[in-house]
């Protein structure tokens, strides 16, 4: 009954609204375009998964134009150069990465801190979206935690020799994810997604995915409360 009053409440073509939209509707069309560049990149730096990881990246592009989509139903246009700003530091830090060959923390940012920010805001966003963008996010979220099983099932393959480095990775870009977080909370609020929604969806997947890579309950705890201060 809750869901159905805070849905009912959405004017999803108020000019409030469409404001927002037209940055939280960016942010998930770059979102993909990111993974899509970054899973190509990868592919460089794993040649014997190459395959995959340009049918992964196939399957971002698919769902940006399923975005796009989304905006044009609205007749909304996306604001690409704030989403562009949005994900600069995660993307810089992922270029330093991969530039280093460090396909750890690449994978870290990529397979890990993004799918599960994308799962976050899909899960969260799915009751309040309008019934079009509904629909193309449900099938776009069952996609997205296969590309989160791809980095735990290869970081697992190869945790010890990639510990250290994927503590490191973490301490470098979990804080990134909060102040993105923060930065998106007035617009994520007027879609009708909390803020706390996220963060706890955020970290129930985040923490998952360190879990299945190899660490400890203890350890997942220490990693996630790195720039947990600044939410």
Avoid at 76 to 83: G, I
Avoid at 133 to 149: F, G
């Amino acid at each position: 009954m809750q869901e159905l009053a805070v849905r009912s409440e959405l004017d999803f073509n108020s000019e409030t609204y469409k404001d927002a939209y037209s940055r939280i509707n960016a942010i998930v069309i770059e979102g993909e375009q990111e993974a899509y560049e970054n899973y190509i990149d990868m592919g460089e730096l794993l040649p014997g998964d190459k395959d995959e990881l340009i049918r992964l990246s196939k399957m971002e592009n698919r769902h940006k134009k399923g975005f796009q989509a989304c905006g044009k139903n609205l007749k909304v246009t996306p604001d690409m150069d704030y989403a562009e700003r949005f994900f600069s530091q995660l993307h810089g830090n992922f270029q330093t990465a991969k530039a280093e060959g460090k396909i750890v923390t690449c994978l870290l940012i990529q397979s890990l801190i993004i799918e599960a920010f994308a799962i976050a805001a899909y899960n969260i966003y799915i009751p309040v979206a309008d019934p079009f963008a509904r629909k193309i996010t449900e099938n776009v979220v069952k996609d997205e935690y296969s590309h989160l099983n791809f980095g735990e099932v290869w970081l697992k393959e190869n945790f010890e020799a990639s510990k250290a480095e994927l503590e490191q990775a973490n301490k470098e870009n979990l804080p990134i994810v909060w102040q993105m977080l923060n930065e998106v909370e007035d617009d994520a609020e007027i879609l009708g997604m909390e803020k706390e929604a996220l963060v706890e969806d955020f970290m129930i997947s985040y923490g998952e995915a360190l879990g299945n890579i190899g660490f400890s309950t203890r350890e997942i705890m220490k990693m996630s409360a790195h720039g947990l201060a600044a939410v």
